[in-house]
């Protein structure tokens, strides 16, 4: 059994390190496995990750939070493994020792869970946005929308800086530096109309 317990403990452990690794090099890792969207020129990522259901039907984080993050798994198994190796060395009864460790680690687990993740993820929720409150704001073209294609436009949500495809409601062409008012959104495609439309 402590064969087990050792591997559980040393998978826990080097997913630990690759993971601190991968996010102390690159910046993009976060505790739920998911990359940074938090980029401007990445439009596709950060709307999928800021326009989020949860403040379209306003389901409070707390409970909309999976608890099975990679964060929780990994500190489950390294304190499940971790408690099994030493008792095992201390010559616990095995069943007892099961016990206190899959019991040590459940705890460990939810304490993770329930004052980091769940914190964290509230305080992501807290910028994020919605579809409805994109609807109608100022933006400005970054790269000229040409007639029957697409352009990107900049826009500023909650102090952020955010850009994405964008497209004239009538297929026409607005030039780089115009002023337009997001009209509505398909596909992650921004449906403008220059600011100073006249109808």
Do not use: C
């Not at 980029?39 to 596709?44: A, E, I, L, Q």
């Not at 489950?76 to 493994?81: C, R």
């Amino acid at each position: 059994m402590e064969q087990v317990y050792t591997i559980v403990f040393w998978v826990g452990v080097i997913y630990t390190v690759v993971t601190f690794l991968l996010g102390g090099l690159l910046g993009l890792f976060h505790m739920d496995g998911h990359v940074d969207t938090h980029v401007d020129t990445n439009f596709h990522a950060s709307l999928d990750s800021h326009i989020d259901t949860h403040a379209d039907s306003g389901i409070s984080p707390t409970f909309a939070v999976f608890p099975l993050k990679p964060i929780t798994i990994v500190s489950f198994l390294t304190v499940f493994g971790g408690i099994g190796i030493i008792g095992t060395h201390s010559k616990i009864n095995p069943i007892l020792l099961f016990i206190i460790a899959f019991i040590s680690a459940l705890i460990t687990a939810f304490i993770l869970y329930r004052f980091i993740v769940i914190p964290l993820y509230k305080a992501q929720n807290t910028s994020a946005f919605s579809k409805n409150s994109v609807v109608g704001m100022k933006a400005k073209v970054i790269s000229p929308i040409l007639e029957g294609s697409f352009g990107t436009i900049s826009y500023v949500v909650n102090g952020k800086r955010y850009n994405g495809p964008a497209q004239h409601v009538g297929k026409k062409g607005i030039p780089q530096g115009e002023e337009v008012i997001i009209y509505e959104i398909k596909n992650n495609v921004f449906y403008v109309e220059p600011l100073n439309y006249e109808k």
